[in-house]
């Protein structure tokens, strides 16, 4: 069973399930609108039972996540969505993942590695 867990970055605190060995090869599932994590409740144990460390964050305006200031804009434009997930990885001090996700709007593979911080 996932522990639900939440770090704090310098705009939200982001609320995620956490499955699978600490040391195992990370990988970051990322629901759409309108869902939530659990859009991913088959898929979380089966990634965990092959070894991965699986990481699924409600994004911002979802669930348990918050912003910090009543102050911080509500964007949730894919930059946005992008440099929460980049700062997430950094409060985890994981420096590559393979992300998956679905329904941003726009058009990406399904799966890609998570690199190239800057992108």
């Known amino acids: 069973m996932s522990t639900l867990k939440t770090i704090q970055t310098e705009v939200l605190e982001i609320a995620f399930l956490d499955e699978g060995p ?26 965990a039972q092959a070894g ?9 305006g979802f669930g ?18 992008g440099h929460d997930l980049i700062d997430l990885l950094d409060g985890l001090d994981i420096q590559s993942a393979i ?9 990406r593979p399904a799966s890609h590695p998570l690199c190239g911080r800057n992108a």
Do not use: C, M, N
């Open 52 to 60: 991965a460390r699986v990481i699924v964050p409600y994004l911002r």
């Open 22 to 47: 600490a040391a195992g090869w990370p990988v970051i599932l990322v629901h759409g609108f309108p869902y939530d994590v659990h859009a991913y409740d088959e898929v979380v144990p089966r990634l």
């Open 64 to 81: 348990p996540t918050r912003f910090l200031s009543k102050g911080t804009v509500r964007s949730g434009q894919q930059a946005a969505l």
């Open 99 to 107: 992300l998956a996700g679905y329904d941003w709007g726009g058009w």
